[in-house]
């Protein structure tokens, strides 16, 4: 029996490759997505741009849309300028003229506009030593990329800093910045000539390297510290301007363990430095978390048999698990012996830290239902309890 086959049309083709293409003398390299129907060529350039040629006629509509990179719009924003200039564009090979609009002039000025608000992003972001090809995207659709790069250039360049939430403005402070789905972390100093500055520059690392102590205002404790523990954790790990060699450095000056006071910030910013390594996977963040950790093997508080002896040891130890995937068998021995070490009943969150690097499911289990409910929901901000839940999931 012959069964016949349902007749069809196809609506669109589709395809995509890296095009070479040339204008004005100027070549440009492009990932061209090209999807054709019955009336018309559609080309995306990178979701930067998109062109419709509507065929059969000399009509061309442009779209400029997505920020992507600074690389991405320098290159875009001069190549649809050679367009509107030379009325064609670089079409499979071919250069096709299109007619001249009504409005050409006031688009050209208006990418010139464009064009020349990312020279100035250029400016800053080489200030800030952000990568030009860094991907930022838009994250809220209320707050356009390119009008927070306007703000950027203008109170970064140019000192207008009315705009700024900056709730003391008699106070030197860092604040974040944020740029679609990534940010920078800046520095305000009322008493300069340039308010706005790079937090990671030589002169503001020299000044507030020296400045800085923290201080508890009921015990009057005190011990000098750095600066950079008050970066929070979503600067941490998004902030594009992070210099992690520059917050290194800065606990070189300083004794991170010297008291109770300064070992409390310490270890709230190691923690969020492994944590910032779980959203990113960048292993700079536990280079930064391992550093700070060896200072307490040299600081004159160590004590090998102490609880912040083991707290140091089983944060090492989470370091190398994400490092390696594994620990050695002398981790896993000193682990054992440090659960002899401490009760059960007095040390429960020890235990079940030790439990989780230890890989045993059904006794971390045990000892994280043993904490009290505010115990465990504190616990789902610390970096041990990522592996808690990846121990936990594995053969689910």
């Not at 300064?262 to 492994?274: D, M």
């Not at 978390?289 to 160590?302: C, D, G, M, V, W």
């Amino acid at each position: 029996m012959l069964v016949p086959l349902l007749l069809g049309r196809i609506q669109k083709i589709g395809s995509q490759i890296q095009e070479t293409l040339t204008i004005s003398g100027d070549t440009y390299q492009f990932n061209v997505k090209t999807t054709e129907d019955e009336k018309c060529t559609t080309r995306n350039f990178e979701d930067t741009l998109i062109l419709t040629h509507q065929r059969g006629t000399k009509k061309l509509t442009f779209n400029l849309t997505n920020f992507k990179s600074l690389t991405l719009q320098l290159k875009t924003l001069k190549f649809m300028k050679s367009i509107l200039l030379n009325l064609e564009v670089p079409w499979k090979g071919e250069k096709n003229e299109f007619e001249n609009g009504s409005d050409i002039k006031e688009y050209i000025k208006n990418i010139d506009v464009r064009y020349k608000l990312m020279l100035e992003v250029q400016k800053v972001f080489l200030d800030l030593n952000i990568p030009e090809d860094t991907l930022i995207e838009q994250r809220d659709q209320n707050k356009d990329i390119f009008d927070q790069l306007k703000y950027l250039v203008d109170f970064y360049l140019h000192n207008n800093i009315e705009r700024l939430n900056i709730p003391n403005k008699h106070a030197s402070t860092f604040f974040n910045y944020k740029i679609g789905n990534r940010m920078i972390v800046l520095f305000y100093c009322p008493s300069k000539n340039k308010k706005i500055v790079n937090l990671f520059a030589k002169e503001v690392c020299e000044e507030i390297n020296s400045t800085t102590v923290i201080k508890n205002n009921i015990t009057n404790e005190s011990a000098p510290h750095s600066p950079y523990v008050l970066i929070d954790l979503e600067s941490l790990a998004y902030a594009l301007n992070i210099n992690l060699d520059i917050v290194k450095e800065s606990f070189n000056l300083f004794d991170p363990f010297l008291n109770e006071l300064a070992s409390g910030e310490t270890n709230r910013f190691y923690l969020n430095c492994i944590r910032a390594f779980d959203i990113t996977n960048k292993v700079d963040y536990l280079n930064v978390a391992e550093f700070i950790l060896n200072k307490y093997h040299e600081s004159p508080t160590y004590k090998p048999k102490s609880l912040e002896a083991a707290i140091v040891i089983i944060n090492e130890m989470q370091i190398r698990e994400r490092k390696t995937n594994k620990l050695s068998e002398s981790d896993l021995a000193l682990l054992i012996d440090l659960k002899f070490q401490f009760d059960i009943n007095e040390y429960t969150s020890l235990h079940f830290s030790m439990n989780v690097l230890l890989k045993n499911k059904e006794e971390a289990i045990y000892f994280y239902k043993k904490l009290e409910k505010n115990v465990q929901e504190s616990f789902r901000e610390y970096p041990i309890y990522f592996l808690y839940d990846q121990l936990i999931r594995e053969d689910d």
